[in-house]
């Protein structure tokens, strides 16, 4: 029985952890999702993904203790996406919302973190035990600190501390909050309208991050008008640009071509 689940509806690809009793990831699971995201990068049917997973109880716990314990080494072949498919995906231009359903623990946190929006469900907790089991969290160490405060984010990796879904919102770790019945309805409404919008323009959004991230301001900016990043050049040459343009004077609705 496959551990992940897929489902299109239009334009939004619905990607669902189906591993009981906890959703913990193995090898195979990872190289499974890869494909996935990969194929979800390379295909211009998809606009939007949507990361969840099965049940009420847990999103995701991390890594499969019992695969490292039963072989006695861990199974390193994450495919091209690196962990859960996503920690790692060069090049990811399009929106990925996670749909946090339950606990996000150790590496199922990092894989929240790896997507671009968190909506989660109000009994949601997040934590990253790895200290217990004297195992760096990687994903987390370099990527909770850039999301939330940098004292906060040491706090959870130095003591493992849980945290809940309201104080995750307080942070601003989360977009929103909502019942669990209400999750999937408010992550597809967020898939629908980033499915609506220019699809020239997330391309150009997530370059534009990447490649600044690091920059100060103004070599940021002589960065963006450099003409070096392509899917920026691309959106200022583009149909879609002048397109916007028209129906802003016209007062209608953009017809938006990807060209």
């Known amino acids: 029985m496959s551990t992940v689940r897929v489902e299109e509806r239009g334009a939004v690809l619905e ?3 189906d591993k009981p009793k906890a959703n913990a990831i193995d090898g195979a699971t990872c190289r499974a999702m890869s494909e996935i995201f990969v194929a979800f990068r390379d295909d211009p049917k998809y ?14 716990a991390g890594w499969d203790l019992k695969e490292i314990s039963n072989a006695g080494e861990t199974d390193t072949d994450f495919g091209e996406g690196g962990w859960g498919g996503l920690q790692e995906l060069p090049n990811l231009n399009k929106p990925v919302i996670a749909a946090v359903n339950g606990m996000a623990l150790g590496g199922g946190f990092e894989l929240a973190l790896s997507c671009d929006l968190i909506v989660a469900a109000d009994h949601a907790q997040f934590a990253l035990p790895e200290i217990k089991a004297g195992i760096l969290a990687d994903g987390a160490t370099v990527k909770l600190r850039r999301r939330i405060p940098y004292h906060v984010a040491v706090d959870m990796l130095m003591t493992g501390r849980w945290m809940d879904a309201a104080e ?8 929103e909050v909502v019942p669990l019945a209400d999750l999937m309805d408010t992550a597809r409404s967020l898939a629908d309208l980033l499915a609506a919008a220019p699809p020239l323009l997330f391309p150009a959004i997530k370059e534009t991050l ?15 008008n450099s003409g070096r990043l392509t899917t920026v050049d691309t959106l200022y040459k583009s149909e879609d640009m002048i397109e916007g343009a028209r129906a802003f004077a016209e007062k209608r609705d953009p017809v938006w071509k990807g060209r």
């Open 168 to 175: 995750a919102y307080r942070w601003g770790l989360l977009r």
């Open 210 to 224: 990447r490649a600044t991230e690091n920059m100060l301001l103004q070599d940021a900016f002589d960065e963006v």
């Open 15 to 17: 990607v669902t952890i």
């Open 47 to 60: 606009r939007v993904a949507i990361l969840t997973a099965a049940g009420d109880r847990f999103f995701c």
